[in-house]
């Protein structure tokens, strides 16, 4: 499988950060199951691959629904004794979880998928990343340091879940948890709800 090897040269920004970082829970399927059983898997998942491990939990390489279709039903074997282990392909991008965000989107783009297993440097399966999550993240970033500019935010002394627009009266997402508004005129108010909205 190919692989992408971490460059440090990063700055203390949001895509130097690590994979594990924002790392996604990944559900694979294991490299003894029949082909059936894969498929029934995937399809309850509604998804069209998925990751194969062994029984350490060591990626060895990805399975496609078509291609299994295609190559076990097509040409005539049964999908309830034909091992999955026999359809993986060993040629599909991950990455491992201490490179960088940037570096993971990168490869992706390059190899132009949506998303990629991520592993340790002993190549057991963690998790997944996907350019979706980092395109989240970097939304929810950006617009957190756009509220950040405006006057009189500050750091609570206590947990606020969440405050109300005393202009509208709509709610603050979750990810502002933690956020003072106390003492905020009505227009920063409306500034921060204008800002979210630019994003969301």
Known sequence: MEQIEPNHDGGANFEARTVKDIIEPAESIF???????????????????SSVIDQRGELLG?????KMNREVGGFGHDPKTEPVEAQIETNN????EDQTVAEAEQMML???VG???????????????SIEAIAQEKRWRNAWNLCLTIPRLRT???????????????RIPQ???????EGLTCTAMGQIHRILRRFF
């Open 115 to 129: 998303e990629v297993p991520v592993v340790t440097r002993e190549k057991l399966l963690v998790g997944t990343i």
């Open 93 to 96: 991008p991950y990455c491992f």
């Open 156 to 170: 609570p002394q206590s947990s606020v879940r969440c405050r109300y627009c005393t202009i509208n009266n709509q």
């Open 175 to 181: 990810k502002l948890t933690g956020v003072v508004t």
């Open 110 to 112: 390059d190899a132009q």
């Open 31 to 49: 490299n003894k199951a029949s082909v059936k059983t894969a498929l029934d898997e995937m399809q309850a998942r509604a998804s069209d691959s």
């Open 62 to 66: 990805t399975v496609s629904k078509n």
